[in-house]
């Protein structure tokens, strides 16, 4: 893996971790997960937490840049989701 395909997968594990654990569009599951397996599960606590949630996140991340990195669609993908990250972050630090 080289160090552009390594700092894509860093990035799109980043947005989606937050994806999960934060962003509002992913709110239903979270509390769907909370309706499921209760509001003090490990379910519930992991897709909440983003250090716990990143480590999985990072495994597919990680299984597919492996596989893919190399190709343009990865690529792509990835570097929507590590600009949607950074996009994120700098207007957290503008506003």
């Known amino acids: 893996m080289n160090i552009a395909v390594f700092l894509l997968a860093l990035g799109a594990t980043c947005r989606i971790t937050r994806f999960i ?28 937490c983003g250090w716990c949630t ?27 989701l590590t600009l949607s990250y950074l996009a994120g972050v700098a207007s957290e630090w503008v506003d």
């Open 54 to 80: 990143s480590i999985w996140v990072a495994a597919g991340v990680v299984t597919l840049a492996y596989l893919i990195g190399g190709t343009v669609a990865f690529q792509a993908v990835a570097l929507i």
């Open 21 to 48: 654990t934060k962003d509002t569009l992913a709110a239903g599951f979270r509390s769907w997960t909370a309706d499921r397996f209760g509001e003090e599960s490990k379910p519930s606590y992991l897709v909440n």
